[in-house]
């Protein structure tokens, strides 16, 4: 350890009491303060400082202790220097972890010392909203319990955070910070509400982000709905008697008739016909046996096939390249599990034996040949194909769902609207927005027609949002960042704690 010894040189100062400057010293006394380290040598500041008698008699004060600027503090242990130090510590890396670094530091510091002084570091005053602001919900506990997020937009720092993202916490702090101009949110009730509320002159912008995210949804919905065409067709001679495999898409609907999508259909239909009766969604979740989430979602969707999506693949992604030499097998009379498993092998397939034997027990139960058309594609992917711009899609995906569009005039109606959707958001065309509503009802469909009545619901935030050039971008970036925050503390920081080190890190 390295020990400086020095000696304050002050003939006055000021008592910090009443202010008047004394020149009566009272006595000396030594203070030992920490430092930060010199060549990763402990550092002990051994200074000897003067005490002063206060002349003032009606000051509380009859003695006080010269400070140095810059390096000591009343009662502190540390300096300055090694405060700051340990508190941008603490800030990037909170407590355990912090605590870790500082011993390697050769400043040491209990994890317990570095959070109490992330506590005690004070707010920037803030009198005044910024002229944008973003606002953003996030989880403090997943599902559970959700904070709200204040972001300077045109600075691109938080300024706040809330406990909670109800309209009235918003509605106070909007209140007491009054001069937002512009609100970017998403399209949650409660934000919207809070600055018709509090902020009435202030233009809300709904993000291009989560307009996109949604109209991503309506579209996967849409195209489930649809399933069966995205099944190619196989061409069979006029002259054959129609069979079961004339048609691939009949054989992949009854793939779908199964336990799980009979009890879809039942549960549908009995939230509905309760919903009917005007049954609340709490009461429908305890009648039925159901989460309240689960009933919503039922609530919400016109028809059971839009919650019913495609099986998962036996297999998956792994045992898809090899599933044309499968079927080709088993329709050449090779209906050995073991055998076909072994062959795949020897073609690079590293999966169980497991694996095969599950993807072609319904082929065997069925009693029919297998499949030999082209492997079809699943609704996910379909859906990225149409919200995705032409010219990123690779030649066979684009020609792929050319021939899904040919055959299926309702999701080539649907991909017409997302390209129009696009190019308004894209050339800041909000102006076209009725016209774009009008175009995505005449499709007659109840996905895309619930997504029209949710944006005229919000309108002028919409337009706004398709034409004004800010977003919550900046917002989204803060988010992933608290994410990181929280990880780093495991979860088990309390709410003022993961506040300081959102506004401060």
């Known amino acids: 350890m390295a020990i400086i010894k020095a000696t304050t040189m ?39 400082v003067r005490r002063f008698r206060c002349a003032t008699t009606a000051c509380v004060r009859r003695t006080f202790v010269e400070q140095v600027d810059g ?52 707010d920037q005053p803030l009198a005044r909203a910024p002229r944008v602001l973003g606002v953003d919900d996030f989880a403090l506990k997943r599902g559970h319990v959700y904070g709200t997020v204040l972001i300077d937009i ?21 209140r007491h910070h009054p001069g937002a101009e512009i609100i970017s949110r998403d399209r949650a009730s409660s934000y919207a509400e809070a600055a018709r509320l509090a902020a009435p002159d202030a233009i809300q912008v709904a993000d291009r982000f989560h307009l996109w995210k949604n109209l991503r949804d309506v579209v996967e919905k849409c195209v489930a709905a649809h399933r069966a065409c995205l099944t190619e067709p196989t061409p069979t001679p006029d002259t054959d008697p129609p069979t079961a495999q004339s048609d691939p898409a009949d054989q992949i609907d009854a793939r779908w008739d199964g336990p799980r999508a009979a009890r879809t259909r039942q549960r549908h ?18 009648t039925l046996g159901l989460d309240r989430k689960t009933v919503r979602r039922y609530a919400h969707t016109t028809t059971a096939e839009e919650l019913l999506t495609q099986p998962a693949h036996p297999g998956g992604k792994t045992l898809q390249p090899y599933l044309a030499h499968l079927h080709r097998r088993w329709n050449e009379g090779c209906t050995d599990a073991a055998t076909l498993h072994a062959e795949i092998r020897e073609q690079g397939y590293r999966g169980s034996h497991r694996t095969v034997r599950r993807h072609l027990q319904p082929i ?58 696009a190019a308004i958001m894209d050339e800041h065309r909000g102006h076209d927005l009725p016209e774009w509503l009008t175009q995505a009802d005449a499709t007659e469909l109840a996905p895309l027609r619930s997504f029209t009545r949710g944006l005229r619901h919000d309108l002028a935030a919409v337009t706004a949002g398709l034409t004004l050039p800010w977003n919550s971008g900046p917002v989204e970036g803060h988010v992933n960042r608290i994410k990181m925050l929280k990880r780093q503390m495991c979860g088990r920081a309390s709410f003022d704690l993961l506040r300081h080190r959102i506004l401060h890190a």
């Open 71 to 122: 390096l000591t503090h009343r009662f502190a242990r540390r300096s300055l220097p090694l405060r700051q130090l340990l508190v941008t510590i603490g800030l990037a890396l909170a407590g355990r972890a912090g605590a870790r670094l500082t011993r390697a530091l050769a400043i040491p510091a209990s994890a317990n010392t570095l959070l109490r002084m992330l506590r005690i570091q004070p």
């Open 364 to 421: 065997r139960h069925s009693g029919l040949p297998a499949l030999t058309t082209p492997a079809t594609p699943t609704t996910r992917q379909v859906t990225a194909w149409i919200v995705r711009k032409p010219d990123s899609l690779a030649a066979g995906d684009q020609n792929h769902l050319t021939q899904i569009l040919t055959r299926c005039p309702e999701l080539n109606a649907v991909a017409t609207c997302v390209t129009s959707f």
């Open 10 to 48: 002050t003939s006055r100062d000021d008592c910090p009491g009443c202010g008047v400057v004394s020149t009566r010293v009272h006595g000396r006394y030594r203070r030992r303060l920490a430092d930060v380290a010199l060549a990763r040598w402990p550092v002990l500041l051994d200074l000897q």
């Open 269 to 286: 239909a009995a939230v509905h016909e309760l919903r009917v009766k005007g049954v609340g969604i709490s009461a429908i979740a305890d």
């Open 154 to 174: 045109e600075a691109g720092r938080p300024i706040d955070v809330l406990p909670d993202r109800t309209a009235k916490t918003l509605t106070t702090w909007l």
